[in-house]
């Protein structure tokens, strides 16, 4: 059974840093994102990586979040720092075997709250 477990979340305060982790069981997927919804707004791609290590980024997060994954562990990371208040979210990890269908398995995700 394949599931996806985040960690690290929390409240910190404007220009700190938060470590995310995602704890995947299963076989390794193709592709994983980290996706974040905050209260009334749509969820948005934050950063995703692909098997081999490729990252992209919205262009919210350039510069200051890092993706990384790793396959050994089966795990997902997302370093933030310069953390903002329009960071503020609920954070989830995602998954997919098929890079060309969209993300099929979800964490439940982890709050960041970020106070100014």
């Known amino acids: 059974q394949v599931q996806l477990v985040e960690s690290g979340g929390g409240l910190v305060q404007a220009g700190g840093s938060l470590r995310l982790s995602c704890a995947a069981s299963?076989?390794?997927?193709?592709?994983m994102g980290w996706f974040r919804q905050a209260p009334g707004k749509e969820r948005e791609l934050v950063a995703r990586i692909s098997s081999v290590g490729s990252t992209s980024y919205a262009d919210s997060v350039k510069g200051r979040f890092t993706i990384s994954r790793d396959n050994a562990k089966n795990a997902l990371y997302l370093q933030m720092n310069s953390l903002k208040p329009e960071d503020t979210a609920m954070y989830y990890c995602a998954g997919k075997y098929n890079n060309y269908a969209p993300y099929d398995y979800w964490g439940k995700g982890t709050q960041v709250t970020v106070s100014s």
């Open positions: 299963g076989s390794i997927f193709n592709a």
